[in-house]
């Protein structure tokens, strides 16, 4: 049995589980674990702040469908760690953090950078551990990862103090296996709940999938895709079901929610059968929940059973993961046709297209919404990673993401800062996918010192940020709902062409439609990282808005191009 | 309509398990109505009872949220007719004159005395909550001096119920 420092133990067992990749910050009291990093055989990407660190483990995960592994000091490189904590358990990211801890003689003194990282990271972690000697590390690594893979993945932190860094113990590989697993077996639908699904969609004449990010965890586009094809069942999908199904499939109706596309919300609220999909009707697909798809019985399938009747009350829960559940349905399901809700649907689609930006005339303007649209044309291969607000929705509006993962962002958090440096993590985890940033002005000034890791990494990131001028989302809101009264919502931004140069980037600058495709083409020849700022009309707005607390289909609409041309608000 | 749940659960005997179920009513907002931790009878684990007063639905998601805590080893919603039983221990004033009464009153509730001193003595009364508020109301008028409760500790029952009942 070789005798290894506990710094040794930690790599070993982070290579074993498959970890190629690290993100970190090196600091005293992890001191002893970097210095064995140097015999390991695992690539540090050393960042500008852990909480970008976070973010790129996240990125990583979800580009790869692996575990992202963070690795901070203790105290403040802790405490940084808490926003891409949250980021990722809100939206179920497999991430194992790792922390320095000060030594276990000194816990509960307040030493020098001491701050009680489990007690902080426990509402906003799957589990977390303090380890503090090193015979226990084997044991709690391996848990950490069965944890954060397994059922509903989420993130793990694993705080270990620096003697336990520094001692030697045994390490047995094997006699460290998780043993608490078989508490939490997957769990498998009962033939009972899978009849009764069958007859409430035999029943069903206007039925609709709810497709959420369940569907890309649990591995089941194609059963999925099959299913609503053999049933003839439209689909929607939530932010980050995104990609789960291919957009362009004449099943998919787009995004749902308070700025999901009219028709999708309109078919939602005439549904007479929801069939959710790994989502959990968080307030921002359901609006007004006592108005919420009233003739519909809903059918809710997920891994987690605590998702269940938590905002919206259920006809029928199945627990279990999407893939098995889908599979035995459509093992009983005889395939059906419904031309009727097809056309009902159809024509539902058509009143909206006149009020499209697409069919606006840009006047010389810069729209936003243009930009994505001409981007997803240009790149349509492209995984994006956006931040968080308006270029965050028009961009699940106007990118067409037709394969699975290629559309990453911070959903449930809204985690402003976050497209950097997850666009990172997610380059790293695809080194021959093109990675594109979509953030606006005021999110990627949050992060935007990540440039530096990206060109130290030589990474070929592709960055397009969004400069409205404003923090859009809030100046939006302050428009509608606030008299327009602009509190803190104008932002001033650096010259972004300058600052990339700073850094070592290839920047382009665009003020108007004609220039953005040869400066996508310019951008796409550089071979490290490139950006592009794209000036943009500075009070557009997102439409349509379903305004928080109102029913799906109150949504405030973007005006039909009639109106705008007898008011003038198009020229100007 | 909220009402009170008694939930079962085994615990691994490890620091920071209690945190874990204390933060988790705090954050979802169940109203913890009493917890009970001790050690349970297979070696490594402890036993905690919860009562909460919430929906059936509620107490099924307090139920699911448990079961996600990586060191729950198993939950159990109890039913209503399962066994819960809670410990007090009441100081009441209480002189010679009044103590014929309230050991009457004691033996009603087949509570104990455990101490006794010239102006006040203590009862210990178990039973389910029911009975032991019972209990506190008809000790309060001859003054309570102090009071201490356990909150429940619960076990099911293994067969359905006796249609005429155990007494608490």
């Known amino acids: ?572 | 309509m909220t009402e009170s749940h008694c939930i079962l659960a085994l615990l691994d005997d490890e620091p920071g398990v209690l945190d874990r179920v204390a933060a988790l009513c705090r954050r979802r907002a169940f109203n913890i109505q009493s917890l009970t931790v001790s050690p349970a009878s297979e070696p490594g684990a402890s036993r905690m009872t919860l009562v909460v007063e919430a929906t059936e639905i509620g107490a099924r998601r307090v139920v699911a949220h448990l079961e996600k805590l990586v060191n729950v080893q198993s939950v159990d919603l109890l039913q209503s007719g399962d066994l819960a039983r809670d410990l007090c221990l009441a100081r009441v004033a209480c002189g010679p004159a009044a103590r014929p009464a309230v050991l009457q009153l004691a033996e009603v509730f087949r509570a104990r005395v455990v101490d006794l001193a010239a102006d006040s003595l203590v009862l210990e009364c178990t039973g389910n909550r029911t009975k032991v508020d019972r209990f506190i109301e008809v000790l309060r008028p001859y003054g309570l001096l102090d009071l201490g409760r356990s909150g429940a500790v619960a076990m099911a029952r293994n067969s359905e119920p006796l249609a005429l009942g155990i007494p608490a």
């Not at chain 1, 620096?162 to 997957?186: E, G, L, M, S, V």
């Not at chain 1, 929607?236 to 004449?250: D, I, N, R, V, Y």
């Open chain 1, 1 to 572: 049995m070789p005798e290894l420092t506990g710094a040794q133990i930690l790599w070993e067992c982070l290579a074993r589980e498959g970890v190629d990749t690290v993100f970190g910050y090196p600091g005293g009291a992890i001191l002893p674990a970097y210095d064995a990093l140097v015999d390991a055989p695992i690539h540090h990407v050393l960042v500008r702040h852990e909480q970008g660190a976070c973010h790129m483990a996240d990125g990583y995960a979800r580009a790869s469908g692996r575990v992202g592994v963070v690795v901070a000091t203790s105290g403040p490189g802790a405490t940084n760690l808490v926003t891409g904590l949250a980021t990722a358990m809100l939206d179920s990211t497999p991430l194992v953090a790792i922390t320095g801890q000060v030594g276990s003689g000194l816990l509960g003194t307040d030493a020098f950078q001491e701050v009680d990282v489990t007690g902080v990271t426990l509402p906003i972690t799957k589990h977390n551990y303090l380890v503090t000697r090193a015979e226990d590390l084997a044991g709690v690594l391996r848990e950490a990862f069965a944890v954060a893979r397994g059922g509903r993945p989420g993130p793990v932190l694993v705080d270990i103090t620096k003697d336990a860094q520094q001692a030697r113990a045994a390490f047995d590989w094997d006699a460290a296996a998780p043993k608490r697993q078989h508490r939490r077996p997957t769990p498998q639908a009962s033939i009972a709940d899978l009849d009764q699904a069958l007859a409430m969609l035999a029943q069903a004449e206007r039925p609709v999938i709810l497709a959420g990010h369940g569907i890309t965890l649990g591995g089941a586009r194609d059963v999925v895709q099959r299913f609503a094809e053999s049933q003839d069942i439209p689909y929607a999908c939530t932010l980050l079901g995104l990609g789960a199904l291919p957009a362009t499939h004449e099943l998919a109706l787009g995004m749902m929610g308070m700025h999901g596309e009219a028709w999708v919300n309109q078919a939602i609220q005439e549904a007479d059968l929801l069939l959710a999909l790994g989502m959990r009707f968080d307030d921002r697909v359901t609006g007004k929940l006592s108005s919420y798809a009233p003739k519909a019985k809903k059918i809710h399938v997920d891994i987690d059973r605590s998702e269940f009747n938590k905002n919206v009350s259920v006809d029928l829960a199945i627990h279990g993961d999407v893939q098995s559940v889908v599979e035995g349905l459509l093992a009983q399901a005889t395939p059906r046709e419904r031309p009727d809700w097809r056309a009902r649907l159809r024509a539902l689609r058509g009143d909206a297209s006149v009020r499209d930006i697409q069919s606006l005339p840009d006047h010389g303007v810069l729209y936003a919404a243009h930009v994505i649209h001409d981007l997803w044309r240009l790149c349509p291969e492209a995984t994006v990673v956006t931040d968080v607000g308006q270029h965050q929705m028009w961009e699940a509006q106007y990118w067409r993401h037709e394969g699975e993962r290629s559309l990453i962002t911070s959903g449930g958090l809204g985690t402003m800062g976050f497209a950097l440096p997850a666009a990172l993590g997610a380059q790293k985890a695809r080194p021959d996918q093109e990675v594109w940033v979509v953030a606006g002005d005021g999110g990627f000034q949050m992060t935007s010192c990540e440039l530096m890791t990206a060109v130290q990494e030589g990474l070929p990131l592709r960055i397009a940020v969004i400069n409205n001028g404003f923090l859009g989302m809030v100046r939006q809101w302050q428009e509608f709902f606030y008299e327009r009264r602009y509190a803190a919502s104008p932002i001033q931004s650096p010259d972004f062409v300058k600052l990339a140069e700073a850094y070592g980037l290839t920047a382009f600058r665009v003020d108007s439609r004609g220039q953005i495709a040869e400066a996508v083409a310019k951008a796409r020849a550089v071979t490290g990282p490139s950006l592009i700022e794209f000036r943009v009309q500075q009070e557009d707005s997102v439409f349509p808005m379903v305004p928080a607390g109102a029913a799906l289909d109150e949504m405030i609409r973007r005006p039909a191009p009639s109106v705008l041309a007898e008011t003038g608000a198009d020229t100007a």
